[in-house]
């Protein structure tokens, strides 16, 4: 992102309510939030091009104990789908198989990996093109880092660094917390921690994300501007949170 917002780190600890937890006490932490099965669904838009949308997420536990994360995003004649299988190993989540699928308006794409922790592999293909990768400590995809930063954000850590396979390579995502904010959505006022996502200074492409914090910091709003200038957001339409229904204020 472009000229990213900084504030100190005591700022941002009080902005989460954890300027005396130490990152050795945040990872306990961690290991200890639990994963909560959610089903949600947002509306979308896009700015530039008057076009309305809909997306929703889901977790699910499995029978042997495994979890699937689902999102899906479906706008005028495109379609995007991405799900993850992933599993909670000693409280550290660890990707078990990613799928990546984008069509319409001319721009399909498929992504497939499987990890592979016994043979140290990820393997798959992108955009038909093989993907070889040696897995390590807290890899994630592109799916189950989402579940890592709401899970960080919960036990008050500030430092969010994610190691994630993106196509055929391992790069590095970074965000930020930047404040408090009231967000309003058609269920309701949500106080909410405001996060972007760090890009490299020249970057014109940002993003901005809104977690309840009274409700497991679930997505509640997201809003990214594309390196040509086109605007999107989500906003939260419904959900739930094992079982119980989401409310506002």
């Known amino acids: 992102m472009s000229l990213r917002p900084t504030l100190p780190a005591l700022t941002a600890s009080l902005w989460l309510g954890a300027s005396l937890i130490q990152p050795a006490q945040a990872d306990e932490l961690i290991n200890a ?4 099965p959610f089903d949600a669904s947002y509306t979308a838009d896009m700015r530039r091009v008057p076009v309305n949308g809909e997306a929703t997420q889901q977790l699910e536990q499995n029978a042997d ?8 995003a479906g706008m005028f004649v495109a379609r995007l789908t991405e799900t993850s299988q992933l599993q909670l190993d000693n409280g550290q989540l660890k990707p078990l198989s990613y799928h990546y699928e984008r069509s319409g308006l001319g721009r399909n794409r498929e992504t497939r990996q499987t ?6 592999k990820v393997t798959g293909t992108h955009r038909d093109d093989p993907v070889d990768l040696a897995t390590e400590d807290g890899l994630l995809d592109k799916a189950s880092y989402q579940m890592a930063l709401r899970r960080d954000l919960q036990a008050g ?16 995502y970074e965000f930020e917390v930047v404040g408090s904010k009231q967000v309003e959505t058609a269920v309701g006022e949500f106080a909410a921690v405001e996060v972007v996502r760090v890009r490299d200074p020249d970057a014109s492409r940002q993003t901005t ?10 997505l509640v709003r997201l809003s990214q501007t594309e390196s040509d200038g086109q605007r999107y957001q989500i906003m939260l339409k419904e959900a739930t949170i ?3 229904e989401v409310r506002g204020q």
Request: charged residues 35%; proline residues 2%.
């Open 33 to 36: 939030v639990p994963l909560k």
């Open 157 to 172: 850590k500030e430092e969010l660094h994610y190691r994630v396979v993106d196509g055929r390579s391992i790069d590095e």
């Open 242 to 244: 094992d079982g119980e």
């Open 209 to 218: 994300l809104w977690f309840a914090k009274d409700w497991d910091y679930l």
């Open 65 to 72: 104990g495994s979890w699937t994360l689902t999102f899906y």
């Open 115 to 120: 990890f592979d922790w016994d043979a140290g």
